[in-house]
């Protein structure tokens, strides 16, 4: 069954401590995104990659780090210099190439919470 | 500043009856908008999109409509269901599905039986 798996749903940190989500496709998309959500908000643009080993800065990339070094897999890593990392992680992965308008579609999240 | 609103925080309608939820923007340069469905602890699933070249697009009970001279965008959804209960996102792009989405806050709707 095609899609976008996040693991693990919920995830415990203690203060100072780096963490890592993943995030997987398998629908063949190129390009993936890391949002946040945070309650009563929209989602917010971490970090996006549109090609593997090539990835961007979204809006509020400070304290946190990607890689893709596969196309299927995305993983983000929340460090200890991201002050409030209470959150819901959401990844989402979209087809770049071609003519027409394709929208991103997502994963279930990862809710992430401080110790 | 929000460049997409949606100033509704909730909404409430009775089955069968249409449900009308709102967005504007300020940026026009946008010109691809869509509408994500979101359940609670789970992600947004697409509903809907639509192009800045048209005005309206139909998909089963869900219809977007877009006044691009006034920024803003509606989505309808007739009749309404029990099941359609949840948080609805307006988001919009600059430079078609190859640019960053900006979402709205979301309005939740509430369809009672």
């Known amino acids: 069954d095609g899609g976008i798996t996040q693991s693990p749903k919920y995830l415990f940190r203690k203060e100072g401590q780096n963490v890592t989500l993943s995030c997987e496709q398998n629908l063949n998309h190129d390009a993936m995104y890391w949002y946040r959500q945070d309650p009563g908000q929209g989602l917010r643009l971490i970090y996006y990659s549109q090609i593997v080993n090539d990835f961007q800065k979204g809006d509020i990339a400070e304290g946190y780090s990607v890689s893709r070094e596969k196309k299927e897999s995305f993983p983000l890593t929340v460090t200890s210099a991201q002050k409030n990392p209470t959150a819901f992680y959401l990844c989402?992965?979209?087809?770049?190439?071609?003519?027409?308008?394709?929208?991103?579609?997502f994963g279930d999240g990862t809710r992430l919470s401080i110790l | 500043d929000q460049q997409v609103k949606q100033n509704s925080p909730s909404l409430s309608v009775q089955e069968g009856r249409i449900s009308i939820l709102n967005c504007d923007y300020t940026n026009s340069m946008f010109d691809y908008f869509l509408w994500y469905k979101k359940y609670p602890a789970e992600g947004p699933t697409f509903l809907i999109s639509?192009?800045?070249?048209?005005d309206k697009n139909e998909d089963g009970r869900f219809t977007v409509f877009l006044n691009k001279s006034a920024k803003h965008l509606s989505l309808h959804i007739v009749p309404s269901q029990p099941g359609d209960s949840a948080v609805y996102f307006c988001?919009?792009?600059?430079?078609?599905?190859?640019?960053?989405?900006?979402f709205g806050k979301g309005t939740k709707l509430s369809v009672k039986p």
């Open positions: 639509i192009s800045s070249i048209k």
């Open positions: 988001a919009a792009s600059e430079g078609g599905s190859q640019g960053n989405l900006i």
């Open positions: 989402a992965s979209s087809i770049q190439k071609g003519g027409n308008n394709q929208p991103q579609h």
